[in-house]
């Protein structure tokens, strides 16, 4: 079930586009979510387009006990969704800003590797401090509780 649709290439080209539009909608961002968006694989639509999101749990995807990334993303495929392009998460951060006070999201992209080598991912988040892009890694055996929230893309038809 579509959760959200969002429009990536809206003009945001150059990490200093993202840093001015985060700012000017008073979010707030991480260093590590900046240095990932400063890396080559940090990729931008070159023109507008519509995507649509799916936000499910880790139990959701069949997996009480929690799951490593690898097998939150074969569950995923096999049921029809794709990782995102790494452009959804400051995007989804800039077009979500009733996201709900506790609420962590976690972007499936192809992990962008940071500038000490470790795989990192967008998170989407709402705590008392405010709304955050943030970025995080875990090592790969790393496992996700149950409840942990993953936005993945359902490719249109």
């Known amino acids: 079930m579509i959760w959200k649709t969002i429009r990536l290439g809206t ?6 586009d993202f840093y001015k539009a985060l700012k000017d909608g008073k979010f707030r961002f991480s260093d590590w979510a ?16 519509e995507i649509d999101l ?3 749990t880790v139990a959701e995807l069949g997996f009480k ?7 939150i993303g074969k569950r995923a495929e096999e049921l029809g969704l794709e ?21 962590w999201i976690s972007v499936a992209i ?24 943030d970025s995080r890694w875990r090592y790969p055996d790393y496992v996700w509780n149950a409840g942990h929230q993953w936005v ?3 490719p249109r038809k």
């Open 11 to 16: 003009g945001l080209k150059s990490v200093d």
């Open 34 to 49: 900046s240095d990932i968006l400063k890396k080559p694989a940090f990729k931008v639509a070159d023109e507008e387009t």
């Open 54 to 56: 799916v936000k499910v």
């Open 65 to 71: 006990d929690g799951a490593r990334r690898d097998q």
């Open 83 to 103: 990782l995102c392009p790494a452009e959804v998460g400051p995007q989804l951060r800039l077009q979500y800003p009733d996201q709900p006070n506790g609420e």
């Open 110 to 133: 192809k992990p962008i590797l940071d500038s000490d080598g470790r795989p990192r991912v967008f998170y989407v988040v709402c705590d008392d401090f405010g709304l955050r892009l």
């Open 152 to 154: 993945f893309c359902r």
